[in-house]
């Protein structure tokens, strides 16, 4: 993680799309390697965190997505959009990409790479 200035903050948005399928699955949000929440279908979560580069990904007891590194800049807001791929197949062959995660801040100075 890379601080932008000591003590500054941000918020990252976490919201898993509303989908009828694992709709009675909890998804867990890890940030820099911490499992920091569990999101229920169609909810979101505002984390505060430090303002910097993060970390992010999402998953279930046998699933999981890629690693995003988001940019949080001070006082910005970077959100953070978690969607099912594809077929439910992916779950058997591809079982590390079956959600994406996409990113988008809310200031000119946040990025998502």
Do not use: E
């Not at 948005?13 to 009828?20: A, E, G, N, P, T």
């Not at 890890?30 to 499992?35: F, N, R, S, Y």
């Not at 909810?43 to 580069?53: I, M, N, Q």
């Amino acid at each position: 993680m890379t601080n932008h200035s000591s003590g500054a903050t941000g918020i990252l948005v976490v919201h898993r799309q509303h989908y009828f399928r694992h709709f009675l699955a909890t998804i867990t949000v890890v940030l820099d390697g911490a499992k920091v929440c569990r999101l229920r279908n169609g909810a979101s979560v505002d984390l505060p965190v430090a303002a910097g580069t993060h970390r992010v990904h999402v998953l279930m007891p046998w699933v999981s997505s890629p690693d995003l590194a988001v940019d949080v800049p001070p006082a910005g807001v970077v959100r953070v959009d978690v969607r099912l791929t594809g077929s439910p197949l992916r779950m058997f062959y591809a079982w590390n990409r079956y959600f994406r995660l996409d990113g988008t801040a809310s200031t000119t100075a946040g990025s998502v790479r």
